[in-house]
Protein backbone atom coordinates (compact mmCIF):
# COMPACT_ATOMS: atom_id res chain seq x y z
CA UNK A 1 0.00 0.00 0.00
CA UNK A 2 1.44 3.54 -0.71
CA UNK A 3 2.47 5.38 2.44
CA UNK A 4 3.80 8.60 1.23
CA UNK A 5 1.97 11.58 -0.27
CA UNK A 6 3.55 13.85 -2.36
CA UNK A 7 2.67 17.67 -2.99
CA UNK A 8 2.22 18.97 -4.84
CA UNK A 9 0.94 17.04 -7.34
CA UNK A 10 2.49 19.10 -10.64
CA UNK A 11 5.08 21.69 -10.39
CA UNK A 12 5.94 24.18 -13.70
CA UNK A 13 9.06 26.37 -12.90
CA UNK A 14 11.63 28.28 -15.26
CA UNK A 15 15.09 27.01 -15.89
CA UNK A 16 17.31 28.30 -12.43
CA UNK A 17 14.33 28.72 -9.70
CA UNK A 18 14.33 26.18 -7.45
CA UNK A 19 11.93 23.22 -6.94
CA UNK A 20 10.53 22.05 -3.46
CA UNK A 21 8.37 19.51 -3.31
CA UNK A 22 7.11 17.42 -0.17
CA UNK A 23 6.13 13.87 1.12
CA UNK A 24 3.76 13.10 4.01
CA UNK A 25 3.65 9.58 5.01
CA UNK A 26 1.42 8.19 7.89
CA UNK A 27 3.30 5.67 9.93
CA UNK A 28 7.10 5.82 12.21
CA UNK A 29 9.76 5.48 9.60
CA UNK A 30 13.44 3.80 9.38
CA UNK A 31 14.48 5.94 6.47
CA UNK A 32 12.71 7.86 3.72
CA UNK A 33 14.30 7.46 -0.18
CA UNK A 34 13.45 10.19 -3.05
CA UNK A 35 13.75 8.65 -6.73
CA UNK A 36 13.52 10.41 -9.85
CA UNK A 37 11.38 9.25 -12.70
CA UNK A 38 12.16 10.51 -16.68
CA UNK A 39 9.17 9.94 -18.87
CA UNK A 40 8.40 5.69 -18.82
CA UNK A 41 11.39 5.07 -17.79
CA UNK A 42 13.46 3.27 -14.77
CA UNK A 43 13.56 5.20 -11.38
CA UNK A 44 16.91 6.70 -10.33
CA UNK A 45 17.40 6.60 -6.66
CA UNK A 46 18.47 10.34 -5.48
CA UNK A 47 19.06 10.82 -1.85
CA UNK A 48 17.98 8.56 1.32
CA UNK A 49 17.67 10.19 4.91
CA UNK A 50 17.83 8.62 7.97
CA UNK A 51 14.98 8.13 10.31
CA UNK A 52 17.88 10.51 13.21
CA UNK A 53 18.86 12.50 10.22
CA UNK A 54 17.31 15.82 9.38
CA UNK A 55 18.79 17.31 6.46
CA UNK A 56 20.83 15.97 3.96
CA UNK A 57 22.78 17.34 0.74
CA UNK A 58 23.88 15.78 -1.91
CA UNK A 59 24.67 18.36 -4.99
CA UNK A 60 21.92 20.76 -5.85
CA UNK A 61 19.44 18.76 -3.98
CA UNK A 62 18.81 19.31 -0.42
CA UNK A 63 16.19 17.11 2.00
CA UNK A 64 14.83 17.62 5.17
CA UNK A 65 13.04 15.29 7.62
CA UNK A 66 10.54 15.92 10.19
CA UNK A 67 9.66 13.15 11.88
CA UNK A 68 7.35 14.46 14.41
CA UNK A 69 5.53 16.08 11.39
CA UNK A 70 5.76 12.79 9.51
CA UNK A 71 6.92 15.26 6.38
CA UNK A 72 9.94 15.41 4.29
CA UNK A 73 10.91 17.73 1.36
CA UNK A 74 12.95 18.08 -1.80
CA UNK A 75 14.71 21.21 -2.74
CA UNK A 76 16.20 20.90 -6.13
CA UNK A 77 18.28 24.30 -6.00
CA UNK A 78 18.82 25.82 -9.56
CA UNK A 79 16.89 24.00 -11.76
CA UNK A 80 17.60 23.08 -15.49
CA UNK A 81 15.36 21.31 -18.24
CA UNK A 82 17.28 17.87 -17.29
CA UNK A 83 15.19 18.14 -14.49
CA UNK A 84 12.14 17.43 -16.00
CA UNK A 85 10.78 14.20 -14.56
CA UNK A 86 8.38 12.72 -11.75
CA UNK A 87 9.67 13.00 -8.46
CA UNK A 88 8.66 9.66 -5.86
CA UNK A 89 9.44 9.86 -2.12
CA UNK A 90 9.89 6.23 -0.32
CA UNK A 91 9.58 4.48 2.34
CA UNK A 92 10.43 1.26 4.01
CA UNK A 93 7.73 -1.03 4.68
CA UNK A 94 7.51 -4.68 5.97
CA UNK A 95 10.00 -4.17 8.16
CA UNK A 96 12.61 -2.34 5.70
CA UNK A 97 12.01 -5.16 3.19
CA UNK A 98 10.41 -3.14 0.24
CA UNK A 99 9.58 0.26 -0.58
CA UNK A 100 6.36 2.30 -0.41
CA UNK A 101 6.44 5.07 -3.18
CA UNK A 102 4.25 7.93 -2.74
CA UNK A 103 2.10 8.97 -5.72
CA UNK A 104 4.47 11.26 -6.96
CA UNK A 105 5.31 15.56 -7.61
CA UNK A 106 5.97 15.84 -12.20
CA UNK A 107 8.25 18.46 -12.82
CA UNK A 108 8.34 20.56 -15.35
CA UNK A 109 11.09 23.09 -16.07
CA UNK A 110 11.26 25.30 -19.06
CA UNK A 111 14.13 27.13 -20.34
CA UNK B 1 28.63 -2.54 -13.83
CA UNK B 2 25.69 -0.29 -12.03
CA UNK B 3 22.76 -1.41 -14.44
CA UNK B 4 20.22 -3.43 -14.28
CA UNK B 5 18.90 -4.41 -17.54
CA UNK B 6 15.29 -5.64 -18.61
CA UNK B 7 14.19 -7.24 -22.13
CA UNK B 8 12.06 -6.94 -24.16
CA UNK B 9 11.70 -3.11 -23.83
CA UNK B 10 8.62 -3.31 -25.34
CA UNK B 11 5.91 -6.47 -25.35
CA UNK B 12 2.66 -7.01 -27.01
CA UNK B 13 0.77 -10.01 -26.26
CA UNK B 14 -2.65 -11.28 -26.56
CA UNK B 15 -4.90 -12.91 -23.31
CA UNK B 16 -3.80 -16.49 -24.34
CA UNK B 17 -0.11 -16.23 -24.63
CA UNK B 18 2.41 -17.24 -22.43
CA UNK B 19 5.55 -15.06 -22.59
CA UNK B 20 8.48 -13.73 -20.37
CA UNK B 21 9.99 -11.04 -18.76
CA UNK B 22 13.83 -11.26 -18.03
CA UNK B 23 16.44 -9.10 -15.89
CA UNK B 24 19.58 -8.98 -14.90
CA UNK B 25 21.87 -7.44 -12.75
CA UNK B 26 25.76 -7.75 -12.20
CA UNK B 27 26.24 -5.92 -9.25
CA UNK B 28 26.18 -9.03 -7.11
CA UNK B 29 23.08 -7.49 -5.28
CA UNK B 30 21.60 -10.40 -3.21
CA UNK B 31 17.60 -8.83 -2.85
CA UNK B 32 16.01 -8.55 -6.58
CA UNK B 33 12.50 -7.11 -6.84
CA UNK B 34 9.26 -6.56 -9.39
CA UNK B 35 7.39 -3.55 -9.40
CA UNK B 36 4.22 -2.67 -11.57
CA UNK B 37 3.61 0.94 -12.64
CA UNK B 38 0.49 2.05 -14.51
CA UNK B 39 0.79 5.53 -16.22
CA UNK B 40 0.58 8.38 -13.92
CA UNK B 41 0.72 6.19 -10.70
CA UNK B 42 3.88 5.23 -8.93
CA UNK B 43 5.33 1.86 -8.58
CA UNK B 44 3.29 -0.98 -6.82
CA UNK B 45 5.39 -3.94 -5.29
CA UNK B 46 4.59 -7.28 -6.67
CA UNK B 47 7.74 -9.58 -5.71
CA UNK B 48 10.90 -9.49 -3.81
CA UNK B 49 13.46 -12.41 -4.11
CA UNK B 50 16.46 -12.75 -1.46
CA UNK B 51 19.35 -14.86 -2.06
CA UNK B 52 16.99 -16.43 -4.89
CA UNK B 53 13.93 -17.22 -2.45
CA UNK B 54 10.90 -15.44 -2.93
CA UNK B 55 10.35 -13.55 0.06
CA UNK B 56 7.42 -11.33 -0.53
CA UNK B 57 4.76 -11.94 -2.59
CA UNK B 58 2.09 -8.99 -2.79
CA UNK B 59 -0.97 -10.76 -3.31
CA UNK B 60 -0.42 -10.82 -7.24
CA UNK B 61 -2.24 -13.23 -9.18
CA UNK B 62 -1.36 -16.51 -9.83
CA UNK B 63 -0.98 -15.81 -13.75
CA UNK B 64 2.20 -13.96 -12.98
CA UNK B 65 4.82 -16.10 -11.85
CA UNK B 66 8.00 -14.85 -10.82
CA UNK B 67 11.62 -16.90 -11.01
CA UNK B 68 14.99 -16.70 -10.14
CA UNK B 69 17.18 -19.11 -11.65
CA UNK B 70 20.22 -17.63 -10.31
CA UNK B 71 21.55 -14.34 -8.14
CA UNK B 72 21.83 -12.55 -11.27
CA UNK B 73 18.50 -13.10 -12.96
CA UNK B 74 15.10 -12.68 -12.40
CA UNK B 75 12.21 -13.45 -14.40
CA UNK B 76 8.44 -12.79 -14.86
CA UNK B 77 6.83 -15.10 -16.58
CA UNK B 78 3.01 -14.42 -17.96
CA UNK B 79 0.43 -16.01 -19.03
CA UNK B 80 -3.48 -15.57 -19.84
CA UNK B 81 -3.06 -12.11 -18.79
CA UNK B 82 -6.24 -9.56 -18.82
CA UNK B 83 -5.71 -6.08 -20.35
CA UNK B 84 -5.51 -4.34 -16.77
CA UNK B 85 -2.24 -6.14 -16.75
CA UNK B 86 -1.27 -3.37 -19.28
CA UNK B 87 1.61 -1.84 -17.74
CA UNK B 88 5.45 -0.71 -17.21
CA UNK B 89 6.86 -3.29 -15.21
CA UNK B 90 10.36 -2.64 -13.45
CA UNK B 91 12.78 -4.81 -12.16
CA UNK B 92 14.80 -3.63 -9.24
CA UNK B 93 18.11 -5.07 -6.93
CA UNK B 94 19.65 -4.10 -4.04
CA UNK B 95 22.46 -5.42 -1.94
CA UNK B 96 20.26 -7.17 0.12
CA UNK B 97 17.30 -7.09 2.41
CA UNK B 98 17.61 -4.24 4.54
CA UNK B 99 15.09 -5.10 7.93
CA UNK B 100 14.15 -3.44 10.36
CA UNK B 101 15.93 0.01 10.66
CA UNK B 102 18.10 -0.73 7.88
CA UNK B 103 17.88 0.98 4.21
CA UNK B 104 19.62 -0.34 0.89
CA UNK B 105 19.17 1.77 -1.98
CA UNK B 106 16.84 -0.04 -4.92
CA UNK B 107 18.34 0.18 -8.35
CA UNK B 108 16.20 0.30 -10.74
CA UNK B 109 15.81 -1.30 -14.69
CA UNK B 110 14.66 0.68 -17.95
CA UNK B 111 11.15 -1.46 -17.53
CA UNK B 112 9.45 -3.66 -19.65
CA UNK B 113 6.41 -2.13 -21.36
CA UNK B 114 3.50 -4.78 -21.36
CA UNK B 115 0.66 -4.28 -23.38
CA UNK B 116 -2.29 -7.09 -23.57
CA UNK B 117 -4.57 -7.21 -26.21
Known amino acids: SQQGEEDPQALSIQEGENATMNCSYK?????LQWYRQNSGRGLVHLIL?????REKHSGRLRVTLDTSKKSSSLLITASRAADTASYFC???????????FGKGTSLLVTP | DTEVTQTPKHLVMGMTNKKSLKCEQH?????MYWYKQKAKKPPELMFV???????INESVPSRFSPECPNSSLLNLHLHALQPEDSALYLC????????????????FGPGTRLTVT
Open chain 1, 27 to 31: TSINN
Open chain 1, 49 to 53: IRSNE
Open chain 2, 92 to 107: ASSQGLAGPGGAYEQY
Open chain 2, 49 to 55: YSYEKLS
Open chain 2, 27 to 31: MGHRA
Open chain 1, 90 to 100: ATDANSGYALN
